[in-house]
């Protein structure tokens, strides 16, 4: 596991330069939150000066993307890509697209890198670069603290679990991304929408709830209200019946995916911490209406968690919802006092959690790259 703690590390502190460098200042007046060079776009809070590009944050691209591409077997899913990858023939795209056996968007991005480059290792780098500069714009253009951001994008596995979810990796990362433009430029954020459907078409359903949770509250009912419709879910049969139905008109390919599949006591310990960390958002945002459908967008995260434990594929659906805590929490943290000590039990607690994730999820330990294991 000591390589994943490297990186956090040398993440965590090119972070804390970064934002030494962007000399960022937060004060509390008036119950707002006020930040040097701030716009105010309807309730959300934009901090410009974390905006603001410079070395260090470049150096954090670098090394996340490069912890990624380098990997060789690391994820349950890597050999499946590997092999799809050299499946496809680059001479005949139509062809291609036609028997392949994912979304045409992935298959066209397949294709055209290896149209470039015949080494199934660069579609892992193209992955990884695409997934973690979405991430990272994402973070800059709407958190206030960077540090904090990326430290729960690594410790709450957000990162790592794109090893495995390779597609799904990035269909959440333009998710992110495309929130950002909700507001600004409606044809641009449906448009993005439109290619993380062509990546993952599980992100229609994502589409549908993101439009949802912005006309929604976030509050102990609606907590209440995702646990009771994701049991009533795990507990029927309308997922295996109908839901596979739909599954299959949308990709033959997920036909068998949602199978009676229980899962273990670790998705149930996932289920308990997603609740501390969303009575943990409501409870320090309780007098802050800013960004609040980041708290709307988490708790439904909730459902997919508690059905997935009677269908274990939908537990990687959390994933579009639960990744906004990486801007929630830290807007929310922004200037208020004491912010200090709930950073610091954070860290902590992210830790933990991480360190749970690793010996648990996803083939991830040990963790091996191609230039120590000789692969050609």
């Known amino acids: ?19 030494l460098v962007s000399g960022a200042k937060h004060t509390v007046r008036d119950n707002r939150i006020h930040v040097k060079s701030t716009a105010i776009v309807g309730t959300e809070v934009i901090d410009s000066s974390t905006q603001q590009w410079n070395f260090f944050d470049y150096a954090i691209l670098t090394l996340l993307v490069a912890f990624s591409g380098l990997r060789y077997g690391i994820g349950t899913d890597y050999t499946t ?54 991430v990272f714009v994402a973070i800059k253009r709407s958190s ?17 679990a794109s090893f495995n979810a390779t597609r799904q990796g990035i269909a959440i990362a333009i998710v992110l991304f495309a929130d950002y433009y909700y507001k600004r430029n409606k044809v641009t954020f449906f448009l993005l929408m439109a290619v993380a459907i062509s990546i993952h078409i599980s992100t229609i359903f994502v589409l549908a709830i993101y439009l949802l949770s912005r006309h929604l509250r976030p509050n102990l009912l609606l907590v209440v209200g995702m646990l009771f419709l994701g049991a009533a879910l795990a507990s029927s049969a309308f997922i295996e019946d109908q839901l596979s139905g739909l599954l299959v008109g949308l990709n033959p390919r997920y036909g ?27 409870w320090i945002g309780r007098e802050d209406d800013s960004n609040s459908h980041y708290r709307t967008l988490v708790i439904f995260s909730l459902v997919f968690l508690v059905a997935g434990t009677a269908f274990k594929v939908l537990v990687r659906m959390e994933m579009f919802f639960g990744i906004f805590i ?20 954070i860290v902590v607690a992210g830790l933990i959690y991480l360190t749970f994730y690793l010996l648990n999820y996803d083939g991830l330990v040990p963790y091996s790259t191609y230039l120590s294991m000789g692969a050609s």
């Not at 068998?256 to 409501?282: A, E």
């Open 326 to 345: 990486i801007l929630a929490i830290p807007n929310l943290l922004a200037g208020r006092k004491g912010a200090g000590f709930h950073s610091f039990l």
């Open 1 to 19: 596991m000591i390589p994943y703690f490297v990186v956090l590390a040398v993440t965590s502190l090119l972070s804390m330069f970064s934002r």
């Open 256 to 282: 068998g995916y949602l199978i009676d599949n229980p899962t273990g006591l670790g998705t149930y310990l996932v289920i308990l911490s997603k609740i501390i960390i969303i009575c943990y958002m409501l």
């Open 144 to 160: 206030t603290d960077l540090f904090l951001s990326l430290f729960l994008y690594f410790t709450l596995a957000f990162y790592l």
């Open 81 to 134: 890509y590997h092999y799809m990858f050299s499946a496809l023939v680059a001479q005949d795209w139509l062809g291609s697209i036609a028997a392949s056996p994912v979304e045409p968007g992935y298959t066209i991005l397949s294709l055209a890198v290896k149209t470039a480059i015949e080494d199934s290792r660069a579609i892992f780098w193209v992955a990884a670069l695409i997934t973690v500069v979405l």
